[in-house]
């Protein structure tokens, strides 16, 4: 990318969905963002399973749209693991 510029592009095993993280966005210092939302269908494995991993998050909490937990990547990026409420 040039001189003390980085990309970086994750995604969740067998998904299209991508975050891509770059060192070139002077607006976007590290923890400059916060509730980014990561959607899950089970919450409670993604949580133990990162938990095991040894990310510190809050307790799943309930709310009318959803549960969801938070967590805080080592920049200090806010994160929200969400398992969206079930339509039907």
Same mark, same amino acid.
């Given at each position: 990318m040039g001189p003390g510029m980085s990309w970086i592009q994750l995604a969740p095993p067998g998904q299209s969905v991508t975050i891509a993280l770059v060192t070139w966005f002077e607006t976007m210092k590290p923890g400059g *963002?916060?509730?980014v939302m990561v959607n899950t269908e089970d919450i409670d494995a993604?949580?133990? *399973?990162l938990r095991g991993r040894g990310l510190e998050l809050t307790d799943i909490k309930q709310e009318p749209w959803g549960r969801y937990a938070m967590f805080t990547d080592p920049d200090g990026n806010g994160w929200v693991l969400r398992e969206p409420h079930a339509r039907g």
């Open positions: *963002l916060q509730g993604e949580h133990t *399973l």
